[in-house]
């Protein structure tokens, strides 16, 4: 779960770099902070609503009849999306305010708990057709744990479906700030910056790793590798967002990577 502006032209959030967090500054990703001001801007902006869900969706395809999980599932939007073509719904997130507003938009006929991705999860083996895991991977330091839950409670030919930041964008970003030597493309490195919505400000902590550590990550838990995708915006975006559209009509944000459980 996350709310991404493009590292560039499209940043449409008040977000600022911060370089060393201080003892008064907010609480490093408390979504609770400002849970409705987040499910607000992501429900139309240009990356979540018109690129990085359009292009989850095209992936999982068709899903009716098929069990579902939704981990790091935030406010809903994208289970909501998956539950209106037909999929059976499950979902956790870290942040019992997003589940709150999951739960108000989903009603009861979806399990939704609070649960942290990266600790043991409470579904049995082989729950789940599909794990969807949208913008939430890149949270975490070490993927290994996460990695094992998600294929465990996947059942065998299962598909787990993942977005993250695309490393090379994040990695453009820093060398137009003129912090290459910090934040080399090749090491697996922290960075943290700041949003504001809503009147709300909150300290933001992810991690980059350069594309051959997930991939390597994902073999090394079990996975096969089905789908690398660099999708291009969803169309309806280019009437919603025509100068962003214009001035890039494709751009580096997100990566997505659709990933096979064997038999």
Not at 28 to 47: H, I, Q, W
Not at 240 to 255: D, G, K, Q, V, Y
Request: proline share 6%.
């Amino acid at each position: 779960m996350t709310s991404e502006k493009q590292h560039g032209n499209h940043r449409d959030t008040d977000r600022t770099e911060i370089a060393s967090p201080s003892t008064d500054q907010p609480k490093v990703n408390d979504y609770e902070g400002f849970a409705e001001a987040y499910t607000a801007d992501n429900e139309t902006n240009l990356l979540n609503a018109h690129y990085e869900r359009p292009a989850m969706l095209a992936l999982a395809a068709d899903v009716a009849g098929r069990r579902i999980l939704d981990a790091g599932c935030g406010a809903g939007p994208l289970s909501a999306a998956l539950r209106d073509r037909g999929a059976l719904m499950s979902g956790f997130d870290a942040s019992a305010a997003m589940v709150e507003l999951a739960r108000r938009r989903l009603g009861d006929d979806v399990d939704l708990r609070v649960a942290d991705l990266g600790s043991p999860l409470p579904y049995a083996d082989d729950t789940f057709d599909d794990v969807v895991a949208s913008l939430v991977l890149h949270y975490l330091k070490d993927w290994g744990p996460a990695l094992a839950e998600l294929r465990r409670v996947l059942r065998p030919g299962g598909r787990l479906i993942v977005s993250v930041e695309h490393p090379f964008a994040i990695n453009l970003m820093h060398r137009q700030a003129g912090r290459e030597a910090e934040y080399n493309y090749f090491d697996t490195t922290n960075w943290t910056d700041e949003w504001t919505m809503g009147g709300r400000t909150a300290l933001m902590s992810r991690w980059h790793r350069p594309l051959h550590a997930m991939t390597d990550a994902f073999t090394a838990a079990g996975f096969r590798i089905t789908v690398i995708g660099e999708p291009a915006p969803d169309p309806a975006a280019r009437e919603l967002f025509p100068e962003a559209i214009a001035a890039a009509p494709r751009f580096l944000c997100f990566l997505f990577f659709v990933l096979g459980r064997p038999s």
